[in-house]
């Protein structure tokens, strides 16, 4: 949530922050809202100034015997007059809030503004593969392999389901195996949250209320209602929510693996078949806490973490830099790591790493002590995926596929695997 401090005093450089967002608003009414808001205070004040000194004659008039009903009727009147006029101040409260919520993060400065179209790449690693014979897609080959079962998995879910089967679902397990063992070795905390969360979980993430049509609500969509988790992040952001942290606890870096549901499922475009997008997909998810002065040190972090994931199982991948407008609402600054995915001749993201500075802090209201001042200042939240496998999937099916149709697994996943080398079409 942006500060309306920030707002008021640097009111033409946050409309022009947004901006680069594709967010265009006019500050006027909610200017507005905060100056009433304050005057309203400011008499709220007064009057209360004003019923002290009244109830402070209470004790001089006993003394000389003088009837007190006057004072106390005079305190009655102050005393509805400063209820209603509290209310007003909710009331203005209330529509601050509510105008603020809908506001996505601003920027970091030197972004580009616009979508996709002014991403930046700014690396690739790995070599991009080169095959002397035709190759397939990772629809076919994992049909043929006996790895994903499509048409079961509409069968039981409707579109945008599979099913892993046999070595396919040991290569998807191989996968989240390697990313837990390779976060804990980096001491990361391993987290299993609930993935039933709660309304004030969502509006924490900064995806509430704005993005409430994107997830699957379990009954009604309302603030006292719970819904399906659709990243491990939604959570663990939320997990000091109202807390203040000490400050030599900083940075928390934490780690979680679900499964994520998204309603964003459903485009039948030839570059999302298969296993591309779907309602339900396997994630690790990284997140950490820390101060203002650490937030670009663990952003580095984050994205070495989840491009090494991607790096040392081979894949050729391309690292890019977000534009202002294709980062997430929550986001002020964004990298993709994105793996070639040859049949289609084009990256698909199986990681983002993001800063969202204290923007979700500020809306779960959670804190730090710093040790040498002992005042409170707002974390820094930070996420990446580390990583999705829905995408690396397909990646690792046909960037490593053979002629023969057999497909080489990365060696850092076969000490998960038995040992195994090469999936092979199983002998009917």
């Excluded at 004072?71 to 509805?80: C, N, P, Q, R, S």
């Amino acid at each position: 949530m942006i500060s309306i401090e920030l707002i008021k005093n640097e009111t033409e450089k946050v409309k022009s922050l947004l901006e680069k967002k594709g967010c265009m608003v006019d500050f006027t009414e909610l200017l507005n809202y905060d100056e009433e808001r304050r005057k309203t205070i400011q008499q709220v004040e007064e009057l209360k100034a004003k019923k002290n000194k009244v109830s402070s004659m209470i004790p001089q008039y006993k003394k000389e015997g003088k009837d007190t009903s006057s004072i106390f009727e005079d305190m009655k009147v102050l005393g509805a007059k400063i209820e209603e006029l509290d209310k007003i101040v909710q009331d203005y409260d209330t529509k601050i809030k509510n105008f603020i919520a809908v506001l996505p993060n601003l920027p970091d400065e030197d972004l580009l503004p616009g979508g996709k179209e002014n991403n930046k790449v700014i690396r690739t690693g790995n070599k991009k593969p080169e095959f002397s014979f035709k190759i397939k897609n990772h629809v076919d080959m994992c049909n043929e392999l006996g790895l994903i079962d499509y048409d079961r998995g509409v069968k039981l879910s409707g579109n945008g389901a599979w099913i892993y089967r046999g070595v396919g679902a040991r290569l998807e397990w191989a996968l989240l195996n390697y990313f837990i063992e390779e976060h804990l070795k980096d001491g990361y905390e391993f987290i299993l949250p609930p993935h039933m969360l709660n309304y004030d979980c969502g509006f924490g993430a900064g995806q509430f209320p704005k993005f409430s049509d994107e997830v699957y609500w379990i009954d009604s969509k309302d603030e006292k209602s719970k819904f399906l988790l659709p990243t491990a992040e939604t959570a663990l952001v939320n997990m000091y929510k109202g807390e203040i942290i000490q400050e030599d606890k900083l940075p928390m870096k934490f780690f979680a693996y679900t499964p994520c549901y998204r309603r964003e499922a459903g485009s039948y475009r030839q570059e999302e078949r298969g296993m591309i997008r779907g309602h339900q997909f396997n994630k690790i998810e990284m997140v950490q806490y820390t101060t203002p002065e650490n937030s670009a040190k663990a952003f580095e972090e984050l994205v070495s973490k989840a491009e090494n994931l991607v790096k040392n199982l081979g894949l050729h991948y391309q690292v890019s830099k977000l534009a202002a407008g294709d980062c997430s609402a929550s986001m002020k600054r964004t990298y993709d790591i994105e793996v070639w995915i040859p049949s289609m001749g084009i990256y698909k993201e199986v990681s983002s790493a993001s800063n969202a500075g204290d923007y979700q802090a500020r809306r779960n209201n959670t804190k730090y002590r710093k040790i040498d001042t002992k005042k409170t200042e707002y974390v820094h939240t930070l996420n990446a995926s580390g990583l999705a496998t829905s995408r690396l999937f397909p990646a690792i099916i046909e960037q490593f596929q053979n002629e023969d149709g057999s497909v080489t697994i990365p060696e850092v996943l076969r000490k998960y695997m038995s040992g195994m080398t090469k999936i092979t079409k199983i002998k009917e």
